[in-house]
């Protein structure tokens, strides 16, 4: 009897066992903590009222002071557009580079590059990017004395030709898509663009590529040392803010307010009274602008 008293509180006590696993299992499948979802950034700048912004620096567009720490130029005051219109708070979070600035998106230290990124197949991989709100020319440069390539683009597709590139920025996808047959001179990827048109100016390359408003910032402090290879630009790139994969939300919000900043004209005199020359940059107009209507 006793043997068989034993067995019953054995088979009892693996009952309640068995039971009060399984409770316990179903309680954790409900818990907040395994359930809980990670906070998009469209949420978090809803729930916190600021955007974050990566940034890169960039001649005539986006300045900082090295003194004061303030942010300045025609690109601060469309995203600080962007807040106002949005009731967010913009804050400056982290300067970046063009081979950091979409880890930094993934990892969530800001919400958004706040500058005018050129979409890529390459970079839609990693990142989403807002409507083009405008565009620029991307030109060859060369030696004041080197004539070699107007007019004959395509013969910078040689080995002859050192060619300049900086990692992870728009230089190094041109010429491994259309000059991959030239010498490749890298450069790391902090290194400062005017260190490639130094490299041209001294010498040491052939070649560099980039937008006008580097060009205009080297020939400012190096005066009759580099100049454009006549012809069409290597490229006509749009320029987009840019946010985390699969942050559909937060682009919609950027999407919208650049729309209505370019149909009220704001993007386009905002850059007209920054902008030390014409060309530099080009905007899209709205159809009741345009030429003939």
Known sequence: MKLVHFFLVLVLAAFIGAGSAWVTTANLALSPIVTAQHESAYARVLRTGTLRCGYLLYPHMLIKDPNTGEMSGPLVDIVNEIG???????????????????????????????????????????????????????????????????????????????????????????????????????????TDVAEGFLDVAHNKADVVTGQPAYARAFDQNNPGQIRQVQGPPLRMLAGALSVASGEHDLKALLDTTLTTLQGTGFIERTLRRALPEPGMFLVPTTPWRAEGL
């Open 84 to 190: 106002r219109q949005t009731s967010l708070k913009v804050e400056w979070t982290e300067q970046v580079s063009f081979a950091t600035a979409f880890e930094g998106l993934k990892t969530g230290r800001y919400d958004a590059v706040c500058f005018h990124t050129m979409p890529t197949p390459g970079r839609a991989r990693v990142a989403l990017f807002s409507i083009p709100f405008l565009f620029s020319p991307w030109n060859a440069y060369v030696r004041a004395d080197d004539k070699r390539f107007d007019n004959a683009l395509p013969s910078l597709n040689r080995p002859e030709v050192r060619f300049v590139t900086i990692d992870g920025e728009f230089s190094q996808i041109v010429r491994s898509q259309d000059y991959p047959n030239s010498t490749n001179v890298s450069l790391p990827s902090l």
